[in-house]
């Protein structure tokens, strides 16, 4: 089975500009997850989709952060205007279920540098 | 509120040499607990979880890990270290209080030598 997939794996972009990033999770799974590590500290929850709707997004930082799932299988999340805070990287799981005893499947991560 | 420690950003060991990685959670009620590991330029894999089953667990690669409620801890072993290990390693509990997210934390570099 194709694993979770996310792109671009590194992005580099100034100050003010807008960046997309794609998460395609496992097929099947309805619950998608995006994470954030910042460098030196941990990572952190952004946000969690169950099929297109969010159910969770209390991790999110700000507005400047929308993050999408229309017809519950690839996510998008945005950064507009991207700030030099915003930098690190981002991470997308999937799982099949909301049993907390099933581990997410994470992709390798899409390293953003805000210059 | 929930949180994980993992004592030691870094721990270097010799090969063959046991492999002890810290890691203490505060949670009100019983948690899962996962250890997560991250080889250089790939994503987060399952090492092994704890499901209020066993306390010892036994994961991939020859670890594992015991979950000792009276001491909030779930340290992750490994009798004999590989240079293969060489890897940042991550604790992760999720509760209820937590809702649907994994709380993790800092991480731990393993650096191994020959």
């Known amino acids: 089975e194709a694993g979770v997939t996310q792109f671009p794996s590194h992005s580099v972009i100034e100050k003010g500009q807008t960046v997309t990033l794609r998460c395609d999770p496992i097929?099947?799974?309805?619950?998608l997850y995006w994470y954030r590590r910042v460098m030196g500290k941990e990572i952190k929850f952004l946000l969690h989709?169950?099929?297109?709707?969010?159910?969770?997004e209390s991790g999110m930082p700000n507005n400047r952060f929308l993050a999408e799932r229309t017809g519950g299988t690839y996510s998008t999340l945005k950064v507009q205007p991207a700030e030099l805070e915003d930098s690190g990287v981002y991470f997308c799981?999937?799982?099949?279920?909301?049993?907390?005893?099933?581990?997410?499947?994470f992709g390798n991560g899409t390293r953003l540098t805000v210059t | 509120a929930q949180s994980v420690t993992q004592l030691g950003s870094h721990v270097s060991v010799s090969e063959g040499a046991l492999v002890l990685l810290r890691c203490n959670y505060s949670?009100?009620?019983?948690?899962?607990l996962f250890w997560y590991v991250q080889y250089p330029n790939q994503g987060l894999q399952l090492l092994l979880k704890?499901?209020?089953?066993?306390?010892l667990v036994k994961g991939i690669n020859g670890f594992e890990a015991e979950f000792k409620k009276s001491e909030t801890s779930f340290h992750l072993t490994k009798p004999s270290a590989h240079m293969s290990d060489a890897a940042e390693y991550f604790c992760?509990?999720?509760?209820?209080?937590?809702?649907?997210?994994?709380?993790f934390g800092k991480g731990t570099t393993l650096s191994v030598s020959s």
């Open positions: 704890y499901t209020s089953a066993a306390t």
């Open positions: 989709f169950v099929k297109e709707s969010k159910q969770d």
């Open positions: 097929s099947g799974h309805d619950n």
């Open positions: 992760a509990v999720s509760d209820q209080q937590a809702g649907t997210a994994l709380i």
């Open positions: 949670s009100s009620v019983p948690p899962y």
């Open positions: 799981a999937s799982s099949q279920d909301l049993d907390r005893r099933t581990p997410l499947h």
